[in-house]
């Protein structure tokens, strides 16, 4: 009903967190700001465009459009929204340097490989099984055909397809077909808390707004979060290796002023990044990015696009956005701008930390980030109501530690900066007192580029009560 009647609809399954995934989707669409979209490309500019014109857009929903740009001598790239809001036609346009774009992304390929790519085939396998659904005996042969070549060829799991598992060692001429379970087969007792199957996960490592740290755990099938209580000026070791001299470093600001009887909130506006070993340090604040690298210095605005390459690092700036920081084959990460209105009378501009590649840091790394480069396991049980409705406690066993942990969401601004999307997390309570490594104060450095100081790991104990 909702396809033939260009509405949506989202199954609520009946687990623990319904609560939860009926408040998600209030808040996705509780708020349209517009009707009747239209994303319109150059003529004969672009091909294999997935679906480009939308009944509606709600605050807290995305609108994704791919395809391929089939002409290769096209130097702009121009994009152009049209759309109805509560009481006039919106037009929107946007010009993209295409050499530009392809040099940040040449940059950038080692880690993100052929995602968009396989986004464009993800986003059309979700239209054409959207299609299928009414389409006539005849024409749902062809659409069943098209989307099989397309799962196959890119190793989707789709409710027409089966994932074969081979079992390693003791069984390895055994195989197993997992099929996608359809809606009236789901299992009575599913994990809430894990991905959907079709969507790779992704690997969470970074910390953003009043300062949330999220941390992957559980081979990234889950996530846990925490909050720190800091003071302005204050610097906060994020990452410190002391085999590869590698060092990332944090200073904390806090609001304009505090309104009456509510907290000081603080955020990260500046970075200090450091690589001893290829005599680089960066400097990263929410006015200019600064590097020094041997006796040179660089400096550059955040109101352009820029980047940079030298041998042992390079930057690449997405004008008023994020920057992409890599660091030789050690690391690589994101930086998120966050612009605030100028005159806002409380908040002020601030910095988010991504991490992207961390694989060639030694087992010595350390910090508030690094001491979570490792796998990290968790176990979590004893799910049940907690203080606030919608949000159940549970009992997690980590790092040796028995911990009351509340399920929430915490949101990643990669992507989209001024929305951010969801990312389900395990919130540990007390400054993440249990999950860290000693305590916040331990984490407090001298300057932006200061190393950190050996901090013991704790035994673990219970604190669940």
């Known amino acids: 009903m909702a396809l033939e009647n260009n509405g949506i609809a989202r199954r609520i399954y009946e687990d623990s967190d319904a609560p939860l995934q009926l408040q998600g989707f209030y808040d996705e669409v509780a708020n349209p700001l517009l009707m009747d979209i239209e994303i319109l490309y150059p003529e004969n500019a672009v091909s294999d465009l997935t679906q480009a014109s939308f009944r509606q857009y709600y605050d807290g929903s995305e609108i994704v459009v791919a395809g391929r740009i089939s002409d290769n001598s096209l130097q702009i790239f121009t994009a152009e929204v049209n759309a109805q809001t509560g009481n006039e036609n919106l037009t929107l346009s946007a010009d993209v340097n295409i050499p530009e774009a392809e040099n940040i992304i040449q940059q950038q390929q080692y880690i993100f490989g052929d995602f968009t790519e396989r986004l464009w085939a993800y986003l059309t396998i979700q239209q054409l099984l959207d299609q299928r659904v009414s389409a006539r005996a005849d024409d749902k042969k062809n659409l069943t055909d098209e989307i099989l070549s397309l799962s196959l060829k890119y190793n989707f799991v789709t409710s027409l397809t089966s994932m074969v598992v081979t079992k390693p060692e003791d069984t390895k001429?055994?195989?197993?077909?997992?099929?996608?379970p359809s809606d009236d087969a789901r299992p009575e007792q599913q994990r809430y808390y894990a991905p959907p199957a079709s969507i790779p996960s992704f690997s969470y490592r970074y910390v953003d707004s009043d300062p949330h740290f999220v941390i992957s755990t559980n081979n990234h099938r889950d996530a846990i979060c925490f909050n720190i209580d800091g003071k302005p000026d204050s610097v906060l070791n994020l990452i410190s290796d002391p085999h590869t001299g590698f060092v990332v470093n944090g200073q904390l600001i806090g609001d304009k002023k505090v309104e009456k009887n509510n907290k000081l909130h603080t955020y990260f506006g500046k970075f200090g990044i450091v690589n001893s070993n290829m005599d680089v340090k960066v400097e990263?604040?929410?006015?200019v990015i600064t590097v020094f690298h041997g006796e040179d210095k660089m400096v550059f605005p955040w109101s352009?696009?820029?980047s940079v390459t030298k041998q042992s690092f390079s930057i690449s700036i997405v004008k008023e956005r994020n920057l992409t920081l890599r660091m030789g084959d050690d690391a690589t990460f994101v930086i998120v701008l966050h612009r605030v209105w100028k005159y806002h009378p409380l908040h002020q501009d601030f910095l988010g930390f991504y991490t992207l590649d961390s694989h060639r840091l030694s087992n010595?790394?350390?910090?508030?980030?690094?001491?979570?480069?490792?796998?990290?396991?968790?176990?979590?049980?004893?799910?049940?109501?907690?203080?606030?409705?919608?949000?159940?406690?549970a009992t997690m066993i980590v790092?040796?530690?028995?911990?009351?942990?509340?399920?929430?969401?915490?949101?990643?601004?990669?992507?989209?900066p001024k929305r951010g999307n969801n990312i389900s997390c395990w919130f540990v309570h007390n400054n993440g007192e249990g999950f860290i490594d000693g305590t916040l104060t331990d984490y407090t450095v001298p300057s932006l580029f200061a190393q950190l100081h050996p901090i013991p790991k704790t035994v673990g104990e219970d604190q669940s009560h």
């Open 304 to 306: 352009a696009t820029a």
């Open 399 to 416: 790092k040796g530690h028995t911990l009351r942990v509340t399920r929430g969401y915490q949101k990643d601004y990669r992507f989209d």
């Open 364 to 393: 010595m790394t350390h910090g508030l980030i690094g001491q979570f480069y490792h796998e990290l396991n968790a176990d979590i049980s004893n799910i049940r109501p907690g203080l606030d409705e919608g949000k159940p406690d």
């Open 284 to 287: 990263i604040s929410t006015q």
């Open 173 to 180: 001429d055994e195989a197993f077909v997992a099929d996608k």
